[in-house]
């Protein structure tokens, strides 16, 4: 117990360090608000491990984010819109090679057994089954059937990635990509000015991140020499498996031949 108090004082302290009291007393308030019983929580349904009941909340690195993940197989959010539209899609039923960037475990665990080869890839070393930099793929040309790489291009130098993507993936073959985007922006917020993990997460919202992408991702994606197919989360999807409405899944396929 006096472990756990100590983790709960820490957390109280790093959340509320920086905050003047009125901040205090409006997040007091808003976490009361929602902590209460009533119509502000729900019962959800995740895909991936049948469970049903509330779903626990998320101190994402700039909100919180409630009824996030799920407290049996730990989904969350954007985990739950792909395997939702991965069991719709008669393209993602079997894979031959299929290579996973920055591997989220509950989805590996959907994805082995679809799979003739499943590999795991990072860029840092120890993380996955290949070192590797998305940037620039030591692999061979037109190897890969089918990527998946979530939350990774808004690390990266998408310039350099996507045609990479292009470069390794075999004709028809396509990724599966999501990153957040801010849709009314017809440009993709860059700054070349920004460093350190401080003024990036000022910036671009996290600490790593070296941009904020805007509606142009589509024509990024597309100018790398994909055929594209967008995958909006709809409301009634969010209402019953928790997923974020209007979220995104980007389908870049290799043009056939
Ligand atoms: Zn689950």
Not at 73 to 97: N, V
Not at 135 to 164: I, R
């Amino acid at each position: 117990m006096r472990f756990l108090s100590k983790i709960a004082r820490r957390t109280a302290g790093a959340l509320t360090r920086n905050l003047r009291p009125y901040d205090m007393q409006r997040l007091t308030k808003t976490l009361v608000d929602r902590a209460r019983p009533d119509s502000e929580q729900h019962d959800f349904r995740c895909p991936l491990c049948n469970y049903q009941g509330r779903f626990a909340p998320i101190f994402g690195s700039d909100a919180i984010r409630f009824s996030s993940e799920c407290p049996e197989c730990h989904s969350r959010e954007r985990h739950r819109f792909l395997k939702l539209w991965m069991d719709g899609d008669p393209r993602c039923q079997s894979f031959g090679r299929f290579l996973h960037f920055a591997p989220e475990p509950v989805l590996s665990k959907e994805l082995i057994p679809k799979c003739r080869q499943y590999q795991t890839a990072d860029i840092e070393p120890g993380r996955a089954d290949l070192v590797l930099n998305i940037e620039e793929l030591a692999l061979e040309s037109q190897s890969v059937d089918a990527v998946m790489a979530n939350h990774v291009l808004e690390h990266v130098n998408d310039g350099k990635a996507l045609p990479e993507l292009l470069r390794v993936l075999r004709p028809g073959g396509f990724a599966i990509l999501t990153t957040p985007v801010i849709y009314a922006w017809a440009e993709s917020y860059e700054n070349a000015a920004v460093h350190g993990t401080s003024q990036q997460h000022l910036h671009f919202g996290q600490g790593d991140h070296v941009r904020i992408f805007g509606a142009d991702l589509e024509d990024r994606i597309r100018a790398a020499g994909f055929q594209l197919e967008t995958v909006c989360a709809d409301g009634a999807m969010a209402a019953r498996y928790a997923t974020i409405r209007g979220d995104m899944i980007y389908v870049a396929t290799r043009p056939p031949g």
